[in-house]
C-alpha cells in the first residue's frame, strides 16, 4: 500500500532563512512524487516532481528536493525564505499499488509560516 | 491558457437545497478529479473520469453526491439535498491521465467554497 507522511504539520522560519519541509512515503513500486502549494483561497500549484530520473529536482522559486530511496524521503528545501513562500505545502506520491492500479495520495500538507 | 475554471467560487444556501458545482477543464486534458478539502479531513478525492468516464468513485460520501461529465469540457458536481456537514471547498483538477490512475500533473482550479447553513 501506498503512504505520505508530512512529518510537520506547521514550519515557521524567519525571512532570508532555509527552509526544510519534511515528507516520507511508502510505495511497493516506483512511485513518481511531487510538491504543491497552495497559497490562501487559492488552488494547489504544482512546485516540482520527481519521476525516475535525477534524484535533485528543482522546481520554481527556488525550491528543491532530493529523492532518497534508502530513507524513502522527499524532503523539500529553499535555501532563503522570502514572505512570499508562506503557504500551505503538499507532498504527493503516485504510484502503482498492489493490486496494480495507480494512486494518487496527498500529505496532510505542512503550513509555513515566515516571519519578518 | 485560461487553466482549470470553477463557478461559483462562493455559494452560501440553506440545508436540504440542491448544490451544483460547475468545472471547466484545461483543453485537451483528459482527466478530471473532482477533491474536496476541509481542515478536519484535509484533501479528499471524490471521484475522478478518465475521457468523459467516471473510474473511480470510491470516494463520493454517498448518494447524495453525483457527479458528471457530459463532454470533455465540462462537468458539474452535484449535492442535493445539502446538509452542513457538506460545507468544505470543492476542487476540480484536470490532466493528461489514464484510466489505471496514472495521473500526471494536476492542474488545479480556485476551488469553490461552500457554506451549508
Not at chain 2, 453525483?66 to 463532454?71: F, G, I, L, T
Request: hydrophobic share 35%.
Amino acid at each position: 500500500a501506498q503512504s505520505v507522511t508530512q512529518l510537520d504539520s506547521h514550519v515557521s522560519v524567519s525571512e532570508g532563512t532555509p527552509v526544510l519541509l519534511r515528507c516520507n512515503y511508502s510505495s511497493s513500486y516506483s512511485p513518481s512524487l511531487f510538491w504543491y502549494v497552495q497559497h490562501p483561497n487559492k488552488g494547489l500549484q504544482l512546485l516540482l516532481k520527481y519521476t525516475s530520473a535525477a534524484t535533485l529536482v528543482k522546481g520554481i522559486n527556488g525550491f528543491e528536493a532530493e529523492f532518497k530511496k534508502s530513507e524513502t524521503s522527499f524532503h523539500l528545501t529553499k535555501p532563503s525564505a522570502h514572505m512570499s513562500d508562506a503557504a500551505e505545502y503538499f507532498c504527493v506520491v503516485s504510484g502503482r499499488g498492489n493490486t496494480g492500479g495507480f494512486k494518487t495520495i496527498f500529505g496532510a500538507g505542512t503550513r509555513l509560516f515566515v516571519k519578518a | 491558457d485560461a487553466g482549470v475554471i470553477q463557478s461559483p467560487r462562493h455559494e452560501v444556501t440553506e440545508m436540504g437545497q440542491e448544490v451544483t458545482l460547475r468545472c471547466k477543464p484545461i483543453s485537451g486534458h483528459n482527466s478530471l478529479f473532482w477533491y474536496r478539502q476541509t481542515m478536519m479531513r484535509g484533501l479528499e478525492l471524490l471521484i475522478y473520469f478518465n475521457n468523459n468516464v467516471p473510474i473511480d468513485d470510491s470516494g463520493m460520501p454517498e448518494d447524495r453526491f453525483s457527479a458528471k461529465m457530459p463532454n470533455a469540457s465540462f462537468s458539474t458536481l452535484k449535492i442535493q439535498p445539502s446538509e452542513p456537514r457538506d460545507s468544505a471547498v470543492y476542487f476540480c483538477a484536470s490532466s493528461f491521465g489514464d484510466s489505471g490512475g496514472n495521473t500526471g500533473e494536476l492542474f488545479f482550479g480556485e476551488g469553490s467554497r461552500l457554506t451549508v447553513l
